[in-house]
Each structure stands twice: as C-alpha cells, then as structure tokens.
C-alpha cells in the first residue's frame, strides 16, 4: 500500500496569490482530512470529507480557503488572495471509516510559505 | 469543550535512559479515542497508537508503553531505553465519537520535542 501523498512538498508565494495543494489519499480510504500546522504548534482540523461529501468545516476555515473532493479520491485546497499569516505547513490525512478500524494515516505535508 | 495538554514542551535524555512523556485532556463525551503520533523531522507524523475510552488498559509495544487512566485524565508514553532514533515531537489527541461509533476530527497537544543524545 502506498501511503498518503501530497503535492508540491513546498511552496513559496507572494501575498495576494492564490496557490492549490492536492492530496492523494490511501487507496479505497473513504476519509479525507485537512490540518494545518503552524511552527511550535500541533495540527489543526480545517475541514474534511466522506467520499465527494465534505461534512466538517472548522472556524479556521475562511473564506479564502476552499477543499474539494470531486470523484472522491484525490482532494485540493485552494488558498485565495494569501496573506502571510497562511504560512504554515498543510497536512492531509485519510482513514477508511469502518468499525474500530479508522485511524486517520497523514501525509508528509505542504509546507506554505508566503512572503 | 475538548483539549489535550501535553505540559512537557521539549525533554532531553541520554540514550539508554526511560523517559515518559505526559498528555491529559478534557471531553464531556464517555465514548472518545485517544492517540499519539511521533512527528520526526522529515515532519510526516507517524500513527503509533489508539485506544478507546473503554479499554483502560495499559499497552506495551516493544520499548514503548501507554498507560491510560480515566480517573485522571491521562493517556501518557513511556520510551524505555531510548534510542537518538526516538529523536522527534510527539503529539498526543483526543478525538470523540461519531453517531456509529467512529472518530472524528483530532484535536491535537501542543507536542513534546524529545531529544535523545548519544
């Protein structure tokens, strides 16, 4: 099995640009989660999806952020008019939801800088 | 409200030494999943364990053990005999069950850097 996989693994921008991230999920994982993770800190949900279905949103999630899951496989997250305080390390996770059985395995994350 | 609190923000130890890193948090939920995730500096973080809010008992996977106790609120890792390999952040979290059953979202500690020097 393959594991998660995110790209790009880096990314620089200037503020005010828009950016896109995408996450390839563990084959047949039904789950998809994205976290963001700032420096010194630990992840925080931002949003996640059940198939095509996104069924969370945190409050972290402006308006400027936006995920999709179109066919339910692979997701993004567009980041629009980017402001510094973006920069962070953008984490995705999958599970496959079934009893007793779905722990979220994470990817090796985006890491945003934005200048 | 749900909160995990990891108090230690970074511990040195010398190889060979046991070091136990603390983690408690705060549910109103009876029904919660508890984790820890080592986060090397390569940055992916790695799943190590899961327990349920109904299995109190203590797990040990070769140098590594967990000892969680409802009473407290506690869910802390043990490392006996560390290795410079141990060398990482460990992150604790907290998740409560869903409708059927399964976790949601993680909410995370801040971490502990754990520093193991040769």
């Known amino acids: 099995d393959t594991g998660v996989s995110q790209d790009p693994r880096h990314k620089i921008t200037k503020r005010g640009q828009n950016v896109t991230f995408r996450c390839d999920p563990i084959?047949?994982?039904?789950?998809l989660y994205w976290y963001r993770q700032t420096l010194g800190q630990g992840p925080e949900f931002l949003t996640y999806?059940?198939?095509?279905?996104?069924?969370?949103k945190s409050r972290l999630l402006s308006d400027r952020f936006s995920a999709e899951r179109p066919k339910g496989s692979f997701s993004t997250l567009e980041i629009q008019r980017t402001e510094q305080g973006d920069s962070a390390m953008y984490l995705c996770?999958?599970?496959?939801?079934?009893?007793?059985?779905?722990?979220?395995?994470f990817g090796p994350g985006t890491r945003l800088t934005v200048l | 409200a749900q909160k995990v609190t990891q108090a230690q923000t970074e511990i040195s130890v010398v190889e060979k030494e046991d070091v136990t890193l603390d983690c408690v948090y705060e549910?109103?939920?009876?029904?919660?999943?508890l984790f820890w995730y080592k986060q090397p500096p390569s940055g992916e973080l790695v799943f190590l364990i899961r327990?349920?809010?109904?299995?109190?008992q203590n797990e040990i996977s070769g140098r590594y053990s967990w000892n969680f106790q409802k009473s407290t609120s506690s869910f802390n890792f043990t490392i006996t005999a560390s290795q410079v390999v141990d060398s990482a952040v460990y992150f604790c979290?907290?998740?409560?069950?869903?409708?059927?059953?399964?976790?949601?979202?993680?909410?995370f500690g801040k971490g502990t850097k754990l520093s193991v020097k040769p």
């Open positions: 999806f059940q198939n095509e279905a996104q069924l969370e």
């Open positions: 084959s047949e994982h039904n789950r």
């Open positions: 549910t109103r939920d009876t029904t919660y999943y």
């Open positions: 979290a907290l998740s409560e069950a869903e409708y059927g059953g399964s976790q949601g979202n993680l909410i």
């Open positions: 327990r349920n809010s109904f299995d109190e």
């Open positions: 996770a999958s599970s496959l939801l079934a009893s007793g059985t779905d722990t979220q395995y």
